[in-house]
């Protein structure tokens, strides 16, 4: 077990930094652009918004499964020192894999998924009819979460493993907090296009700062591994 050495309120920051650096992730944002320049082609600028957030329930459902697989797992294994460094080196892990390969070689903003995968995800959005768009950008939502696991899911194990240890009544707070962090950028997407933003113009900012957001989004993932693997935020006991 553990003791933390901080208070809750900086085990809320540290829980928030873990779904910012999940936030950071490209391919929903990717996938939520490409949805809605598909289904907004045909004189449906009134549905944004409601495609928008239908896609951000997927992408919530997806996260929900990824915390209930991490309790289960921890409840399993236990929380110790070894718990610790094993996350931050994942973390780190999956920062050197940002940095090196995130982005393909290319003049666009294609990510490092498989273009078969991403083909099939970009497949699924672009349905005919609404109703079947709302049900498609809503599946869309969540495999776009599972599509880059080895990126998000050691940023959720860790989220879980701070709020087991500190206490079993803060899991849901923290895993709330950690949903509005990773969401953010869904939101502020949302805000953007239903205000009158083309989604073409998001997908050019991605395009013109993906290798500064590359660089910067490995390092941060370093940085942030090293420190949860130190365990520098709590004390055995």
């Given amino acids: 077990m553990y003791e933390f050495t901080t208070g809750n309120g900086f085990l809320v920051y540290l829980v928030a930094a873990a779904g910012l650096l999940h936030a950071s ?4 944002l990717a996938t939520l652009t490409h949805a809605l320049t598909h289904n907004l082609g045909r004189n449906r600028q009134s549905h944004t918004v409601p495609l928008a957030g239908f896609f951000l329930l997927g992408f919530l459902a ?3 499964t990824l ?9 399993q294994l236990g929380i110790n020192q070894a718990t610790y460094l094993t996350i931050g ?5 999956a920062g050197a894999g940002i940095m090196l390969a995130y982005f393909r070689d290319n003049n666009g903003a294609a990510l490092w998924v498989p273009r078969r995968f991403v083909q099939k995800l970009y497949k699924l959005t672009e349905k005919k009819t609404l109703a079947e768009a709302y049900g498609s950008i809503a599946v869309a939502g969540f495999l776009a979460v599972f599509y880059e ?4 899911f050691p940023l959720v194990l860790c989220a879980i493993a701070i709020s087991a240890s500190a206490s079993e009544a803060t899991i849901s707070q923290h895993m709330l907090t950690y949903a509005l962090a990773a969401s953010a950028p869904l939101i502020v997407a949302m805000s953007v296009l ?5 989604p073409v113009r998001i997908h050019k900012w991605r395009i013109e700062s993906k290798r500064f957001w590359q660089f910067f989004l490995g390092l941060t993932y370093i940085c942030f591994g090293l420190y949860i693997a130190s365990g520098q935020f709590a004390m055995h006991y």
């Fill in 25 to 28: 992730l490209q391919l929903p």
């Fill in 89 to 93: 080196a994942l973390i780190c892990i």
């Fill in 67 to 75: 915390a209930l697989a991490s309790l289960l797992l921890l409840s």
């Fill in 149 to 152: 696991i080895i990126f998000c």
């Fill in 194 to 198: 239903a205000g009158g933003t083309s």
């Fill in 62 to 64: 997806a996260l929900s």
